[in-house]
């Protein structure tokens, strides 16, 4: 049983409603939701949240939704007790889970067939599949007021070592990890890299939705 978790609470600072704001003519969390409902190896689709606008646009958009509780709703929650919630939850109505695959709203572009390859990765030896995007900026520090680069000044961007952040795009985790050590992710995590332009976008503010309504305008999404 391979489940899609989707958290999306309805407290937002910087954007307000932020998992509402339309994108593309459609509410955040339905891009979420569109992908999961996509992918083959996914069973169930789950939107967990504590607010009532959020869950009537989830399951408009064909999600089924958990009740999240108030003490799991806020700024600081992590997003692996979200996660124990929505699997000790399924596992009392006898829908218990093996994989888990979360994936944020806020990160709402995913190519056709990319959590299918997501989960297939997800092989013996390994604990989680984690979504990864290069960056090819060049990294320092500022100290003093002074620019202190992480590289020698003058080499070239292509000869630098490959770096990858951590891009929310998907993740991958087994739900017994989750339920016996309240860990998404174990020692074992395989990156899995999300194709240019796609995991570009993550959505925190007004102008984070500017960019992703113009990308969207771009990949011919919306």
């Known amino acids: 049983m391979i489940v899609a978790v989707i958290p999306a609470r309805g407290g937002s600072k910087r954007l307000a409603d932020k998992n509402l704001q339309l994108l593309g003519g459609r509410p955040l969390v339905a891009w979420s939701i569109q992908s999961a409902l996509r992918a083959a190896a996914v069973d169930l689709c789950f939107v967990s949240t504590d607010s009532p606008a959020i869950a009537a646009a989830a399951r408009e958009a064909g999600a089924e939704v958990l009740d999240r509780p108030e003490a799991l709703s806020g700024d600081l929650t992590p997003t692996v007790d979200v996660l124990a919630h929505a699997i000790a939850a ?10 888990v695959v979360t994936l944020q709203p806020t990160s709402p572009f995913r190519p ?4 299918d390859a997501a989960v297939a990765r997800l092989e013996d030896g390994v604990s989680a ?19 202190r680069p992480s590289y020698a000044p003058g080499t070239r961007g292509q000869d630098l070592e490959p770096l990858f952040r951590e891009d929310g795009v998907v993740y991958v985790s087994r739900a017994e990890a989750i339920r016996a050590a309240n860990d ?18 993550d959505i925190d503010d007004a102008q984070d939705l500017a960019l992703a309504e113009a990308l969207a305008a771009v990949l011919s999404l919306a």
């Open 90 to 99: 399924l596992d009392a109505e006898g829908r218990a889970p093996d994989l």
């Open 112 to 115: 056709e067939g990319f959590i």
């Open 129 to 147: 599949v984690m979504s990864v995007s290069p960056v090819s900026a060049k990294f320092g520090r500022i100290v003093d007021g002074l620019f």
């Open 184 to 201: 998404m992710f174990g020692a074992a995590v395989a990156a899995f890299v999300t194709p240019r332009p796609w995991g570009l976008v």
